[in-house]
């Protein structure tokens, strides 16, 4: 099994029993809706579908989207249960960290 690291944000998702040699290193759905949100519009408007990504359209019928993982919630809802480490607050030390 594998698990992921996020290179925007450093959260690390997928199997918890995964080694260090076992990390694919990628973007975050969450960060992938907020920094490419508009070239994944880009992208879909050139490849001939609507720019619905990350607009909440749910039931989306486009089951082979390659950004359907990022755009629909419940798939959201199925990355945020897989997360098994939180990224570090790098901006907030001192403050009183909540774990
Ligand atoms: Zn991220």
């Excluded at 925007?8 to 199997?15: F, K, N, P, T, Y």
């Excluded at 920094?35 to 579908?49: C, F, K, M, N, V």
């Excluded at 359209?57 to 919630?73: H, I, K, L, M, T």
């Excluded at 990224?87 to 009183?96: F, L, M």
């Amino acid at each position: 099994m594998m698990k992921f690291k996020c290179l925007l944000c450093g959260v690390e998702w997928g199997d918890a029993g995964a080694t260090e040699a076992d990390i694919s290193h990628g973007y975050c759905p969450s960060c992938i809706r907020k920094r490419y949100t508009q070239r994944i519009h880009q992208s879909q408007l050139r490849e001939g579908y609507s720019d619905c990504f990350n607009r909440g359209y749910n039931d989306c019928g486009e089951v082979s989207c390659r950004f359907r993982a990022a755009c629909q919630d419940d798939l959201i809802g199925n990355w945020k249960k897989a997360i098994i480490r939180r990224n570090e607050p790098a901006d907030c030390e001192g403050s009183i960290r909540i774990v």
